[in-house]
């Protein structure tokens, strides 16, 4: 199919799309919005984490939401998992789950699990999830959510997205580097600029994420005036103060030697590598046995592949030294227990700045990613941390970590002011004050 893939694809979505809205026009005649009503999706449905994690656990914790209904959206295999754990999940297929079977005492973690006690679970793609949908009045994202979903009178669709932005998106890729897999160049500026206009509020961590992200979903210097919600990232509120009991407990869940310096691996998704059956995949560039012979025995690895990416990795050969934590639900829990991170264009070293801990980037295919994929909206020379483009690089970068110079301690101090410094430990409760509580206090 070639070329014309995207379009044909695009049609058929539409179509799609079309009729999910027609139901959901349907579900909203018979449903009134509840105005206490809070609705949270992380990554489309995928885990318990990110900024609508962090807000729902801070309603949780304050006595002025205390008769909200608060809701989760889960994709089945989640859902299900909880439901074999004793809760009541609305919207459930019949039959085994097709998705696999998901430990949820890895995924989410104790705390976690405790948290959600208190929400109502409710399955990705259901009608229940529409109409859970038509009933709440805000609703909490980090990824844009379905098409066919319009907020209506007396609600709130709250972006809250899922990181600064170092790669151009949306309306800011140059349609000459537009290699996206399953869009065309306008398809892509089409959908960030309607998600600009769909959304109620737009949180952001600080002015360049504002102006970014605004720039990607086409908005308008009035839109962004009025929408977006500067307060810092709720889901970087658990970073400000990392308590050495929560670096012991991730330890000990996902067996992590208390004694190992750990590496955080941590790369991002490419638009080109993708597989029609399976989803978006990634070739790990490192070849980890000669990594851990440079490295030696002190350290130990942490894969973590980006939620889209659809294809397993075997690490057996590399056992003790690469953990495979892909399917740890909360990033936060990797960035907390690791000692440095390594990463490529994925937004996650914003966020991990907030640790003061060293970073590394692996860009060993920068020059193809730069010019013919997506772009930079950063100079790379205000990255807070060398990049390597071979592996032989990047281990020597892993080896002198530890004991940065006074121009990298310098260029670090300068990037956090510029990009964390609303990240104090209480963006969550600024951004419910902002959202939510001057609503409901009148």
Not at 9 to 35: C, K, M, N
Request: glycine share 6%.
């Amino acid at each position: 199919m070639g070329k014309r893939f995207p379009f044909v694809l695009g049609a058929a979505r539409q179509t799609v799309t079309s009729l999910r809205r027609w139901r959901y026009r349907s579900i909203q005649r018979h449903h009134a919005v509840e105005p206490r009503a809070v609705l949270f999706k992380s990554y489309s449905g995928r885990s318990y984490s990110c900024s609508p994690r962090a807000l729902y656990e801070q309603m949780l914790s304050d006595a002025r939401y205390d008769d909200f209904e608060l809701w989760w959206v889960f994709r089945e295999p989640v859902a299900r998992a909880l439901e074999e754990r004793g809760w009541e999940v609305r919207g459930l297929p019949e039959g085994s789950s097709a998705g696999g079977v998901i430990d949820l005492d890895t995924t989410f973690g104790p705390d976690a699990l405790e948290a959600l006690k208190r929400a109502k679970i409710v399955v990705w793609g259901s009608r229940e999830h529409d109409v859970a949908h038509a009933r709440c009045a805000y609703w909490f994202a980090n990824t844009v959510i379905p098409w066919h979903l319009e907020p209506r009178e007396g609600q709130a669709y709250v972006q809250a997205w899922h990181g600064t932005p170092l790669k151009k998106l949306g309306c800011d890729i140059d349609p000459a580097m537009a290699h996206n897999a399953l869009y065309s160049w306008r398809q892509t500026h089409a959908r960030y600029r309607r998600e600009g206009e769909r959304i109620s509020r737009l949180v952001t961590p600080s002015a360049f994420a504002s102006e970014h992200l605004c720039s990607a979903m086409g908005m308008s210097p009035t839109q962004c005036a009025e929408k977006v919600v500067e307060q810092g990232y709720p889901r970087n509120d658990a970073l400000a103060e990392p308590s050495g009991e929560w670096i012991a407990a991730v330890k000990r869940r996902l067996g992590i030697p208390a004694e190992k310096k750990v590496i955080l691996y941590a790369p991002t998704w490419r638009d080109d590598q993708h597989a029609s059956a399976l989803g978006y995949t990634l070739a790990v560039p490192l070849d980890f046995g000669r990594l851990r012979e440079t490295l030696g025995d002190d350290y130990v690895v942490l894969f973590r592949a980006h939620y889209l990416i659809a294809n397993a990795f075997d690490f057996a050969r590399h056992d003790g030294f690469v953990f495979d934590v892909s399917a740890v639900g909360d990033v936060n829990d990797l960035y907390v227990v690791s000692d440095v991170l390594v990463t490529d264009y994925s937004s996650v070293f914003f966020d991990y700045a907030n640790l003061g801990r060293p970073m590394v980037f692996y860009m060993y295919d920068l020059d193809e990613y730069a010019n013919n994929m997506r772009g930079f909206y950063l100079d790379l020379e205000d990255l807070p941390g060398p990049i390597a483009r071979t592996q032989e690089q990047l281990a020597q970068a892993l080896l002198a970590a530890a004991e940065p110079g006074p121009d990298e301690q310098q260029r670090y101090r300068r990037f956090r002011e510029r990009f964390t410094y609303l990240d104090d430990g209480h963006a969550s409760e600024r951004v419910l004050m902002h959202v939510v509580s001057g609503r409901n206090d009148q």
